[in-house]
């Protein structure tokens, strides 16, 4: 099986869940011998997350190639430049053929992102197509309503089956307040697919009820977990042996909750003293959580890190008693597993697809503050419950492996296949 895959984002440069899982999705499939083209708007190197060395050329991938748009390797499979330019203008020449492509426009600088985000996203749709219509593949994934418009070029252009698979959703992230040039893109993508990959039920739901995608059509594969091997309980140690840690960890939004996050705070703070909350993250909600704390007189108990990665994410996991996920409408959360690969366990919002996954995990509506500051408090002054959900959590992650992921995937390009070949 051979998969042209394009994605908005992979590590080192990620912003949340969504580059998370593209990396180990890409790995398990790597594993597996499925070859893949990843094709992203800036290539993953440097530092040392990256996966890219100077030369271009993947590190720990054997059958997952990489291929960036806005830089000069893009341009690596043409002789120069112009013949790059003359190959896109030749494709897009084949617009008006019954194939439905899009419209191109040639021009200097074409590769280079500038302007606003919907700008970008055309312009990456522009250049994956060109990219598509010379590449040898089976099938189209393409991840999240970012890379959508790229997906539908690529497949058209390419004969090829499109998978699209929804990390999110436009209500997710707005509730009901959506940007409508954000959700037309999203229904296009998602009614141009041959098959949707949701990432949870709670998901696939929202994709037929709020987009009128047909029952049939979409398909649920769970995220996993990447393993950290490298981790035992005790590495980091405590500013304070005195305290326990409460620990959110995401984007500090609208969508991930944080609000009730402070207000559960407050009330577990009239119940036991020797806690401290910390919120690591960002978002643009962060001004008004860091008000809300100080209004509420907690300030002086609440520890904001900023946005995490590597090394720093182990520390704040290792010296958490509790990780607490108050998602209004999470379409997975792949955080809460990572607690529990630390043996942190976790108290997780019921609008939530992971969950559908976890038995171990203590679940809440997020509105409810009194019942989550309940709940923490419990975890807090009852160790044999805090062992327990941190241990028995803790199998229940290891058991969701992103080779299983991988291997759902297989089977929806299958499906999609058949599928197009009827159609």
């Known amino acids: 099986m051979k998969v042209f895959m394009v994605g908005w984002e992979f590590p080192p440069f990620i912003s949340g869940g969504l580059g998370t899982a593209c990396y180990g999705l890409a790995k398990a499939m790597d594993r597996m011998g499925m070859e893949v083209l990843f094709v992203l708007p800036k290539m993953p190197g440097g530092g ?25 390797l893009s341009l690596s499979v043409y002789s120069t430049p112009a013949e790059y330019k003359r190959r896109l203008a030749q494709f897009a020449g084949q617009c008006g053929s019954g194939k439905g492509c899009i419209q191109f426009e040639i021009a200097e600088g074409a590769m280079q992102y500038s302007g606003s985000l919907y700008e970008e996203v055309h312009r990456y749709a522009q250049a994956v197509a060109g990219i598509a219509a010379v590449e040898d593949f089976d099938v189209v994934h393409a991840h999240d309503w970012m890379t959508y418009p790229a997906g539908v070029a690529a497949a058209r252009l390419s004969g090829r089956p499109l998978v699209v698979q929804v990390h999110s959703t436009e ?11 954000i959700y037309d893109i999203e229904r ?42 490298s981790y035992t309980p005790g590495d980091y140690e405590r500013i304070d042996e005195g305290e326990r840690i409460v620990l959110f960890l995401g984007r500090v939004t609208m969508q991930k909750g944080p609000d009730y996050f402070i207000g559960a705070a407050k009330k577990v703070l009239e119940v036991i003293d020797n806690v401290r909350f910390v919120v690591a993250g960002d978002g643009d909600m962060r001004s008004s959580i860091v008000e809300m704390a100080a209004g509420a007189g907690i300030g002086h108990k609440v520890t904001f890190t900023g946005f995490l990665r590597g090394r720093d994410v182990d520390r704040v996991y290792g010296m958490a008693d509790l990780y607490v996920m108050p998602s209004v409408s999470e379409p997975f959360g792949i955080a809460p597993l990572e607690a529990l690969n630390h043996n942190v366990p976790v108290l997780i919002s019921k609008q939530s697809g992971v969950a559908e996954v976890l038995r ?64």
């Not at 040392?48 to 991938?61: C, E, H, I, K, Y």
């Open 188 to 229: 296009m993508g998602m009614h141009a697919a041959d098959k949707v990959i949701a990432v949870s039920n709670f998901t696939r739901n929202i994709i037929i009820n709020r987009y009128g995608v047909e029952p049939e059509k979409v398909e649920v594969v769970y995220n996993g977990v990447t393993q950290n091997e």
């Open 360 to 423: 171990n995990a203590l679940k809440v509506d997020f509105w409810d503050v009194n019942e989550i500051a309940n709940k923490i408090v419990a975890v807090l002054k009852y160790r044999p419950l805090r062992n327990t959900l941190g241990t028995e959590g803790g199998y229940e992650a290891k058991r969701l492996k992103w080779e299983d992921s991988a291997k759902r995937c297989l089977e929806v390009y299958n499906k999609a296949m058949a599928r197009a070949a009827v159609a």
């Open 48 to 72: 040392s997350a990256g996966v890219m060395n100077p030369s271009g050329q993947a590190v720990g991938f054997k059958n997952v190639a990489f291929r960036s748009v806005s830089s000069p």
């Open 171 to 181: 209500f997710d992230r707005s509730g009901e307040h959506v940007n409508q040039m």
